[in-house]
């Protein structure tokens, strides 16, 4: 995309001489009639400023259109996004979907976009891009989240949508993710082409701006009522729902998008007592009560649980920007308020959707879906219970791809990923929050039913399955000598892999970037079974700790992911094994030197 140039160079002076002079070459490109006057006077700033840093970060390479799409810090350059980067986009995958689908009569695309600063000017540029080049466009007439946006795909029968977001990052990102025609996240060979005709994308000049507004239709409420009529379809306890659906629930969008489904889809189930956080019921792209509006983040639920405390209420729940991730807090046994990691949400949907499966009948065909950084004590539930699992790679398109195998033929349970996110449906193909917050309310209600706390049926899990600790460290690398840290440091461990973590030998390596594993008890070398590569490598360790390395995809980060197993006898040898594992994490993050 606009002819990314990068050379490695044998000298630091050299390199430093000769990036700048690229930087300010590529720049130049930028003050050409093809851009406009606003872009033109924000490149001409950067040249003009004597320091070059921020000259440099916008365009020492391309914005790189991934197998995730677009995400990074919003401004002028070849490295940020704007409506340039943007429109490259839009016009490669147009390219690629004119190609792809030359035999249909009319190719078709949803457009949908969260609350973040300059996503809907994004969202009306891409329509105009794609209907510029012959392509109908379905344009939510204001945001609404990612999982209805994969919803509308499916039910109108389109080839492919995209989604301005930057999900859970801070305000200075967006981002632009693209689908197929089954309302996933592309995956090979569509990614792949689709990226390779955004590289091809030399300049401004190559893209279509010039949109026509009869190949653009607006959708709205109708497209709300059916997402929300068809999610009322999944219930599996409507009458524990009826016996406590005055139950308080806490509830905030973080100034996103689930403000305008998550509160009706409650109500559609059939709770009666939502407590909104009314600050930030605000929609706004600068979130202006949080640092960064992650669910993942303590500091993003102080507010709900805050109105929580004042309300007596039984259960919070948060969801990201743009509606896919989920994040809980729920009372302990002496009332107070914790919050729930992803892994430990992961385990209680999944238990609670197998049990009650297997309550009323299990056909043999069932099964779900986690993937590989995620606790494998959800594989202990799924086993003991007779259903499949399947293990795939970190993102909601893989578990798509299971989905989309197996439809016909197996039943889908359900699905989700330690980073928050999880579905429960198989009408969508992405990772859904709307439908993750009426499955906490209804799981909620079944255990009230069942004379527990959701913080109690975790502690029957662990003693029933087994106590794990997880936990994520993430070690941000920021820009370009960031990047190339991150990239030192995953050869490092590749080339050197630590032999003792924690005084507990290591007995298994998988390398999921040549697809290689090694166990050190057999000394052999096997195949790893999964669809690609992928920049992750895992340790092993005698006593069944788990530790898992990759780079963020999405993030200036490298990400360590530590789990610890435990054997219990009973709910009263949980608080010892936390103690145990939180000194352990202690001792690997040592190991690790992180």
Known sequence: MFAAIYTNFSTIEMENNDLLKMVRDKAQGWLTESYDKETRAQVQLLLDNEDPAELIESFYKDLEFGTGGLRGIMGAGSNRMNIYT????????????????????????VIGHDCRNNSRKFAEISAGIFSANGIKVYLFEDLRPTPEMSFAIRRLGCQSGIILTASHNPKEYNGYKAYWNDGAQMIAPHDRNTIAEVNNIRNAADIKFAGRKELIE????????????????????????????????????????????????????????????????????????????????????????????????????????????????????????????GNQTDLLFLYYLITRRKEAGLKGNEYIVKTIVTTETIRTIAERNGVELYDVYTGFKWIADIIRRNEGKKQYIGGGEESYGFLWEDFVRDKDAVSACALFAEMAAWAKCEGFTLFQLLQKIYAEYGYSKELGV?????????????????????????????????????????????????????????????????????????????????????????????????????????????????????????
Not at 268 to 292: C, K, L, M, R
Not at 322 to 336: L, M, P, Q, T
Not at 486 to 502: F, G, V, W
Request: net charge negative; proline share 6%; glycine share 6%.
């Open 218 to 341: 607006v959708l709205g409420k109708e497209m709300d009522d059916l997402y929300i009529k068809e999610l009322t379809t999944l219930t599996l306890s409507p009458e524990a729902i009826a016996r406590q659906k005055d139950m308080k629930i806490v509830y905030t969008p973080i100034h996103g998008t689930g403000v305008k489904l998550v509160p009706a889809t409650l109500k559609a189930f059939g709770f009666t007592n939502i407590i909104h956080v009314p600050e930030q019921d605000v929609v706004s792209g600068d979130f202006p009560t949080v640092v960064s509006p992650n669910p993942e983040e303590p500091a993003a639920l102080s507010m709900a649980v805050a109105k929580a405390k004042e309300t007596d209420a039984e259960l919070v729940l948060a969801t990201d920007p743009d509606g896919d991730r989920v994040g809980a807090a729920v009372k302990n046994n002496a009332s107070e308020w914790i919050l729930l990691n």
């Open 474 to 594: 993430s070690v941000v690398k920021k820009g370009k000598s960031g990047a190339e840290e991150i990239e030192a440091m995953m050869k490092r461990y590749r080339d050197n892999p630590p032999t003792e973590i924690a005084s507990s030998k290591v007995t298994l390596i998988n390398d999921f970037g040549n697809l290689k594993g090694y166990c050190h008890t057999d000394k052999e070398t096997f195949t790893l079974n999964m669809p690609t590569t992928s920049n992750v490598l895992q340790l092993f360790t005698e006593d069944n700790t788990k530790i898992s390395i990759r780079p963020s995809g999405t993030e200036p980060k490298i990400k360590f992911y530590i789990e610890l197993h435990t054997r219990i006898n009973s709910i009263d040898d949980i608080p010892a094994a936390e103690a145990a594992a939180i000194e352990k994490v202690s001792r690997i993050k040592v190991s690790l030197g992180i």
């Open 86 to 109: 943007v429109g490259a986009a839009t016009q490669g995958l147009s390219n690629y979907l004119k190609k792809e689908f030359a035999g249909l009569k009319q190719i078709k695309v």
